[in-house]
């Protein structure tokens, strides 16, 4: 599947973003809820690492960095993903993807990169203090 990342931008500090994970290119008769979804971040100068999933069940995933702070869920009529974050803080900083994997996905490797097969472009969330 293609993945296209938008909602990106500058905020301050405190401040809530939306970003959404568009799904196309799907071989027919495939629904979005037939694959995992995650999120990920690359800030300046570090590894890429997970932020929130949601599996092909719709079980949902946060790193404990966001835990209670960003929200991860999915519209499945219009292929989106969506990352609700807010009280965001400047760590936040980073470039976001989606990235989507078909089929289930252990926990165990859900925050890994490699466990996904397809990746959108990034959008950046910029957060000044």
């Known amino acids: 599947v293609q993945l296209r990342a938008y909602g990106g931008g500058l905020v301050q500090a405190g401040g809530s973003l939306r970003l959404s994970c568009v799904a196309s290119g799907f071989t027919y008769g495939e629904t979005l809820d037939l694959f995992a979804i995650g999120w990920f971040r690359q800030a300046p100068g570090k590894e890429r690492v997970g932020v929130s999933s949601v599996t092909s069940a719709g079980d949902t995933y946060y790193a404990d960095s966001v835990k209670g702070r960003f929200t991860i869920s999915r519209d499945v009529a219009k292929n989106t993903v969506y990352l609700q974050m807010n009280s965001l803080k400047p760590e936040d900083t980073a470039v976001y993807y989606c990235?989507?994997?078909?089929?289930?996905?252990?926990?165990?490797?859900?925050?890994?990169?490699?466990?996904?097969?397809?990746w959108g472009q990034g959008t950046l969330v910029t957060v000044s203090s």
């Open positions: 990235a989507a994997r078909r089929g289930s996905l252990s926990p165990s490797i859900i925050f890994t990169s490699i466990s996904y097969y397809d």
